[in-house]
């Protein structure tokens, strides 16, 4: 079975602090995607990045970055510097071959001016 | 340009109604997927048509009709909804259908059954 956990129900920041927002995964698949989307309150879900299970390094775009640990199966998203326009749902998603994606429950972060 | 539009934004409706939600993609992709969300939950898959096909349906109430015209085109056809089927509705589309794909998601539409 395939599970995807965010332990974060709600997080609340001050603009320009950093956050962290965690995934916890499993699966019993080698080979699978791992997802972060964004949904703002307009309530489109922003694809933000995809990772696969044999490609372990980080990865940063702009105050944005992504830690992805087979061996505690997570994948963490950090915000650096957070700003009012990062509020929003942030879901970490799963899909192996031949699966439909698996949603999280979804994080929802305000950031406070 | 990954770009999935959906039309309408907003619907109200009656149970009584027929209505229709559409969906359009212009990225080549082959799959096309109509998911339900309902207020502080993750989406949930309805139907999947891969190559114009329906391949994966999760058990959806018949009052709820989905069509793939063409492979750039979804469409939702609503008759005699609930007022717990209030929701918003979201359109996506990834290349194949087969899993290990990116989902790309429209702007959604929010559904209203009074």
């Known amino acids: 079975a395939q599970k995807v956990t965010q332990a974060q129900t709600e997080i609340s920041v001050v603009e320009k602090e950093d956050v962290t927002l965690d995934c916890v995964y499993e699966?019993?698949?080698?080979?699978?995607?791992l997802f972060w989307y964004k949904q703002p309150p307009s309530g489109e879900l922003v694809f933000l990045i995809r990772?696969?299970?044999?490609?372990?390094q980080n990865e940063i775009s702009g105050r944005y970055s992504w830690n992805f640990q087979k061996s505690t199966s997570s994948f963490n998203f950090t915000i650096t510097a957070s700003q009012v326009v990062d509020s929003a749902v942030y879901f970490c998603?799963?899909?192996?071959?031949?699966?439909?994606?698996?949603f999280g429950k979804g994080t929802r972060l305000s950031v406070i001016a | 340009d990954t770009e999935v539009t959906q039309t309408p934004k907003h619907l109200v409706m009656g149970m009584t109604n027929k209505k229709s939600l559409k969906c359009e993609q212009h990225?080549?992709?082959?799959?096309m997927y109509w998911y339900k969300q309902k207020a502080k939950k993750p989406p949930e898959l309805m139907f999947v048509?891969?190559?114009?096909?329906?391949?994966i349906n999760e058990s959806v109430p018949s009052r709820f009709s989905p069509e793939c015209p063409n492979s750039s085109l979804l469409n939702l056809h609503l008759h005699a909804l609930q007022p717990e089927d209030s929701a918003l509705y979201l359109c996506?589309?990834?290349?194949?259908?087969?899993?290990?794909?990116?989902?790309?998601f429209g702007p959604g539409t929010r559904l209203l059954v009074l």
């Open positions: 990772r696969n299970s044999f490609d372990e």
């Open positions: 048509y891969s190559y114009e096909k329906l391949s």
């Open positions: 990225m080549g992709h082959r799959a």
């Open positions: 699966t019993r698949d080698t080979t699978y995607y």
């Open positions: 998603a799963l899909t192996p071959k031949n699966t439909p994606l698996v």
């Open positions: 996506a589309s990834s290349l194949y259908g087969q899993g290990l794909e990116t989902q790309y």
